[in-house]
């Protein structure tokens, strides 16, 4: 069983532009660059690198979608309290 992931995110204000980005995404940019110009959270300077995380360390439907991907797979925009996530997973343990 999965006990921690290690994840990216872009956080942005609306499902839209979420969607736009992941098109971004699926057609060959960067995820990391992206992240970097367009994520609303602190992490984008990172490339939206949120490191090693376990269960019960993010809210519910992020962590649901963080452990449920697959390596470097980037999921659809995921919605928290704090708006609009892209998930990509980097790594688990």
């Known amino acids: ?6 994840a990216k995110h872009i956080l942005v ?3 839209e532009h979420a969607r736009q980005i992941k098109q971004e995404i699926d057609g060959g940019e960067s995820f990391e660059e992206l ?4 994520s609303e ?3 984008g300077n990172k490339g939206g ?3 090693w995380f376990g269960r019960g360390d993010m809210v519910k439907p992020f962590e649901r979608e963080a452990f449920d ?7 659809e925009p995921v919605q928290t309290e704090f708006g609009w996530h892209l998930i990509k ?5």
């Open 1 to 6: 069983m999965v006990q921690k992931v290690r």
């Open 13 to 15: 204000d609306n499902r």
């Open 35 to 38: 992240a970097k110009e367009k």
């Open 41 to 43: 959270c602190p992490s």
């Open 49 to 51: 690198d949120l490191g």
């Open 69 to 75: 991907l697959g390596k470097e797979e980037v999921s």
């Open 89 to 93: 997973k980097v790594d688990e343990k």
